[in-house]
């Protein structure tokens, strides 16, 4: 008897919060029925990514030390690590680096587990090529800095969607100057070192 009540119990549990996912999925749905179509104008207007915008790969050459983790931790072990061992100074030195970007899933692996963080994820978005062939970037093509979409005068730059202040819709109707929502980097950069420095202070009274 108490087997079934419990039985019971859990169904009921399961019904109440299966409907209350349903509830939360319909309110975005019905949330995006009061919203009108944004259209940004590219390639006159382009939006900037967030910060943790998973684009091009960023490659150091100086900074690798060919250890080939990425080439481990990559799904698909794409990054082609080139190197030959160096005699007179007894250790490994690269030659060649490259990943192919028509291959690659950006998901950042290589990037988080690179011991010597010669590895970053950009904001560059724009990658199509007429040739496959062309997606196959070595260490220059890696090496070469991210284009910013605000230093391009030909460009207008439209605010990521998720930093639009509350009440918003589209970055158009944004009047100039305007603060973006949530905190900036710096912001929370500045709190975490006044949260660091708070914790020393009282760690060195005790
Ligand atoms: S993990 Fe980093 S240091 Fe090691 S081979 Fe790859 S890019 Fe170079
Ligand atoms: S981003 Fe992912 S798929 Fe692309 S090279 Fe790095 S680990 Fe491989």
């Not at 603060?179 to 929370?188: K, N």
Request: hydrophobic share 35%; glycine share 4%.
């Amino acid at each position: 008897m108490l087997n079934f009540l419990k039985q019971v119990g859990d169904y009921a549990k399961e019904s109440f919060q299966a409907a209350k996912y349903i509830g939360q999925g319909l309110s975005v749905t019905f949330d995006h029925m009061q919203r009108r179509p944004v259209t940004v104008q590219y390639p006159y207007e382009k939006v900037i990514p967030s910060e943790r915008y998973r684009g091009r790969i960023h490659f150091e050459f100086d900074k690798c030390i060919s250890c080939e983790v990425c080439v481990r931790v990559c799904p698909i072990n794409l990054p082609v690590v080139d190197w030959e061992f160096n005699k007179a100074q007894k250790k490994k030195q690269l030659k060649h680096y490259s990943i192919d970007f028509g291959v690659c899933i950006f998901c950042g692996n290589c990037v988080e587990y690179c011991p010597t963080n010669c590895l970053s994820m950009t904001e560059e978005y724009e990658l199509s090529a007429y040739d496959r062939h062309e997606l196959n970037y070595d260490n220059v093509a890696l090496g070469r800095l991210p284009a910013n979409i605000k230093d391009d005068p030909m460009v207008t730059p439209m605010r990521e969607f998720a930093y639009l202040p509350k009440g918003v819709i589209s970055p158009h109707d944004l009047p100039a100057g305007a603060r973006r929502a949530g905190r900036r980097p710096e912001e929370l950069l500045e709190e975490l070192e006044a949260e660091l420095a708070a914790s020393e202070a009282t760690a060195e009274t005790k």
